[in-house]
Nanobody
Framework: QVQLVESGGGLVQAGGSLRLSCASSGRTFSYYAMGWFRQAPGKEREFVTAISRSGSSTYYADSVEGRFTISRNSAKNTVYLQMNSLKPEDTAVYYC????????????????????WGQGTQVTVSS
């Protein structure tokens, strides 16, 4: 089992940047593919990006491709989400999630694939 804690959210103007962090504890970090999801008020939680256990494979939703970057640091048991060129439509609660996949290069993109979730961190982008 793993526990996930997100941080780094806040209020930023459109065009600005934020870096979210998700620290894990418990079972070995490298056992999990990691993902970021977000949920805006009144909307379903949606996939943002994910990174494989090995770190060699990533996948991004079309809406964030080219603006967001996911990375992981195994020494710090942390996954990051660098968000640049933020837009008001990026406003949401951002959640990190862990998938105990046995495959090193699997990049899961569905909510159902993830067994563990953090509590979320609010990101607000003003226009």
């Amino acid at each position: 089992q793993v526990q996930l804690v997100e941080s780094g959210g806040g209020l930023v103007q459109a065009g600005g940047s934020l870096r979210l962090s998700c620290a894990s504890s418990g079972r070995t970090f490298s056992y999990y593919a990691m993902g970021w999801f977000r949920q805006a008020p009144g909307k379903e939680r949606e996939f943002v990006t994910a990174i494989s256990r090995s770190g060699s494979s990533t996948y991004y939703a079309d809406s964030v491709e080219g603006r967001f970057t996911i990375s992981r640091n195994s020494a710090k048991n942390t996954v990051y989400l660098q968000m640049n060129s933020l837009k008001p439509e990026d406003t949401a609660v951002y959640y990190c999630a862990a998938d105990p996949t046995p495959f090193l290069d699997n990049v899961p993109r569905t909510r159902a694939a993830y067994d563990y979730w953090g509590q979320g961190t609010q990101v607000t982008v003003s226009s």
